[in-house]
């Protein structure tokens, strides 16, 4: 007499479609009535400051994720790996030329201030006129002059005084 093997467990709890559907909906209810706290994300520190108590799993998985992504590098091939190499350094080239360009444009933009300030300055002192212009030969008077008086006062090279006024003093 042989005895009957039992039906097998796959066979016996297979799943209609229908079932399938069921067990959708379920999921889908339950996900609507969950507390109206579930949903915020743990992102930093917990609320409680107590961070040796709070779930660690979040953060376990977006590592694992980070180290897949370490190894999909692998998975290409040399010359695709070169190719981005190549791509990668180009646009940083790209990238140094570009700040290049724009630190000459700001050297440029410097320099023209400079010698517009120059100008200016020079231009102050020729419409005062020679007879505004004093040579002061003994600095002691100076230290009793009034504040404003002091900051009025234009200290010029002998070879300043000569290209402004075309004389020598």
């Known amino acids: 007499m042989e005895a009957e093997a039992p039906p097998s467990t796959a066979s016996a709890t297979k799943k209609t479609p229908e079932d399938r559907a069921i067990k959708r909906v379920k999921k889908d209810i339950q996900k609507k009535t969950k507390p ?3 949903e ?3 992102i930093g520190r917990p609320r409680s400051g107590r961070v040796w108590k709070h779930d660690h799993a979040e953060v376990r998985q977006r590592a694992s994720k980070k180290m897949a992504a370490n190894f999909a590098h692998r998975q290409q091939s040399y010359e695709d790996r070169r190719a981005a190499k190549r791509k990668k350094d180009d646009m940083k ?3 140094r030329e570009m700040k290049q360009q724009r630190a000459d444009r700001r050297k440029k933009v410097a320099e023209k201030r400079k010698e517009k300030e120059k100008r200016k300055a020079e231009n102050e002192v020729k419409a005062l006129g ?9 600095s002691s008077k100076i230290r009793k002059w009034h504040k404003k ?12 005084i000569q290209k402004v006024y075309k004389a020598k003093i």
């Open 40 to 42: 915020r994300a743990k």
């Open 130 to 138: 020679k007879g505004a212009v004093q040579v002061i030969k003994d």
């Open 93 to 95: 080239a790209f990238e």
């Open 149 to 160: 008086a002091k900051q009025k006062l234009i200290k010029m090279s002998p070879e300043m």
């Open 36 to 38: 109206a706290g579930a």
